[in-house]
């Protein structure tokens, strides 16, 4: 039995674990609730699973992760506000289950290096992907790790195609429903590109040795390459129940918990190569990543800012990656501490909040 705290538990992330931990009370408790600003959700979920402990906001998030006592926290707060609970989880020694992507990008060395090892177990779909896929070899063995994208609304268009499309346009994405923010990034391949400073950050491999590849179909959700040729995917239906279950018991797999692949059904998988020019995220943050420090919190936050702008109308869907380019470039990098990223993110977000409003 695992005792389980589930942070951003009102969000689809949070929802879909305690749907998990519901159809297995004999592995999993949940001692502990955190929601944003939700407060009526998260008190039914309470009564519900007979829950003590609830906490609003961040910081009674954090503080909640520091005085239950628990197993795991699953992170599915979203944004770089989920830094403060990552690092209170990984100072308390807990199973640290992250699908709050953004706190380990942010947080860096600050994150890695507190954590011992097989502390973190990653929870986005690509990732878990690849640690699954990993079992297959030891590290020095790898020769790259190639994460899958499905190439959002705008696969296949060119550059000259995007410059007047709408927020409508960039939200209909074609398999996942993620919230306003990482939906557009889903589109402008942001989140892509973040996922591959995650990757780093995870499993030790250099940029240089971390592809992408589109594959619309969503099913292989990435892949492992070996220095003796064999690539190992680990392939499923898109259904995050999977990966969430993977993150509260790993290594260990939880019976029923998706849908497996139907092979009696005739279907094909395409991969293509990005295309580097119509989506220059995943290069930017390839070179955000290997500047390091607190380049990448940057990068987060003023895409951020970005993201708002455009949904707003203030700025067109290719000014957005030029924001955060500008605000990139401009940045003095600042001591890898907690105060020290938070204080390179207020920097980037008026940085971007200015070249935004210069330009509108």
Not at 160 to 187: F, K, Q, Y
Not at 249 to 271: E, I, K, N, Q, Y
Not at 326 to 350: F, I, K, S
Request: with cysteine; hydrophobic share 45%.
């Amino acid at each position: 039995m695992r005792d389980v705290i589930v942070l951003g538990s009102t969000g689809s992330i949070g929802v879909q674990a305690l749907e998990v931990i519901s159809a297995n009370p004999d592995r999993f408790r949940v001692v502990g609730l955190a929601a944003g600003r939700n407060r009526e959700l998260v008190e039914t979920q309470a009564r519900l699973h007979g829950v003590e402990h609830v906490a609003l906001g961040a910081e009674q998030a954090t503080q909640l992760v520091r005085d239950v006592a628990c197993d795991v926290v699953l992170n599915g707060i979203t944004g770089s506000v989920g830094l403060a609970p990552t690092v209170a989880a990984l100072r308390a020694g807990r199973i640290l289950a992250l699908a709050n992507k953004e706190s380990l990008i942010v947080g860096g060395s600050l994150v890695t290096g507190l954590a011992a090892p097989g502390q973190i177990v990653p929870v986005d779909s690509e990732h878990s992907a690849i640690a699954q896929a990993l079992r297959a070899g030891e590290h020095h063995e790898v020769r790259r790790l190639v994460l899958t994208a499905s190439g959002g609304p705008f696969r296949g268009r060119s550059r000259a195609s995007l410059e007047h499309v709408s927020p409508e346009e960039a939200l209909a994405h074609p398999t996942w429903d993620m919230g306003r923010v990482i939906t557009t990034n889903s589109a402008t391949l942001v989140n892509k590109g973040l996922e591959v400073i995650e990757a780093h950050l995870l499993f030790d491999v250099p940029y240089e040795r971390i592809e992408v590849t589109v594959h619309p179909q969503s099913i292989v959700h990435s892949m492992v390459e070996f220095v003796d040729g064999s690539t190992i995917a680990q392939c499923s239906p898109p259904d995050m129940r999977l990966p969430i279950s993977l993150g509260l018991d790993w290594p260990h797999r939880v019976a029923g918990v998706g849908a497996p692949l139907d092979w009696s059904t005739a279907s094909t998988w395409t991969f293509e190569p990005l295309d580097t020019d119509a989506f220059p995220a995943v290069e930017l943050a390839k070179r955000v990543g290997t500047a390091g420090a607190t380049f990448p919190a940057v990068f987060n936050a003023a895409n951020e800012q970005a993201v708002h702008a455009f949904h707003d109308g203030r700025v067109s869907y290719l000014r957005v990656l030029d924001v955060v380019r500008a605000v990139v470039d401009r940045h003095e990098p600042q001591p890898m501490t907690l105060e020290g990223v938070l204080d390179a993110e207020r920097w980037a977000r008026a940085e971007a909040d200015a070249l935004i409003e210069a330009r509108s």
